[in-house]
């Protein structure tokens, strides 16, 4: 029986689900965009790479997938994507804010002020725009927003203190979750990502 075939026998955990993954071209991101998909999610995949967002496809998968080329840098950039994910499904459950980029082992002697700001931009400030534009319609549909964070943000590794810096701002999205209940958004939920050892495969 095809994959698809298989699929249909269980149910489907994001069946007429709507997903915005950022920055899930690769590595991480694209885990999540995988698993969604096979769950028979749509998935909104948010990221710069043209050459594998217009290559990703959900043949032979219950869901599928919506490559918009956005630079999550860029706060129009988001605003506009979160526009288009509305325009053609309507409704949104689910942010992944997953995009970050890692500068290797850095001293400051090494990193520009300007580099740090756009590490900045890239791994903490595009959460907070991308859940901003969401949040207007997570709310709605009571959809949930996942933010992955690294152990970076509680043992400060040798050599990366910028990578590190960036992600602590991710751990205080845990508090969020609390007062969020109340104030701001029922469901934020953080992923933390300690030992994991990606293969080849999943780094593609
Ligand atoms: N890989 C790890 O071992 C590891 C460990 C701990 C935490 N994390 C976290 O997981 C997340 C993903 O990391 P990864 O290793 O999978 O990254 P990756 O480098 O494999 O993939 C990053 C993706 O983001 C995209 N991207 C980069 N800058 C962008 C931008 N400005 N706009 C849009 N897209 C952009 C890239 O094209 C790529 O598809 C990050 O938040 C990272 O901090 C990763």
Redesign the pocket.
Known sequence: MSQAGDRCLKNLRFENKVAVV?????????GCVDVLVEEGGKVAV????DE?GMSLTSDNLPGEIYFIH????KEGDIQSAIEKVIKKYGHIDCLVN?????PGRNSIDNLTVQGFRDLLD??LV?YFAASKYALLYLRKTKGCIVN?????SSAAAFGMPSYCAS?VGIDSYRFLDKSSKYHYHRNVGYIP?FD?V?SNDV?K
Request: charged share 10%; glycine share 20%.
């Open positions: 950022t920055g899930g071209c690769c590595g991480v991101g694209r948010l990221d710069t790479n594998v956005c630079d999550m840098n997953n995009v970050g980029t890692h890239t791994n595009s992955i964070g690294s152990i970076g992600k990502i994991i990606l780094q």
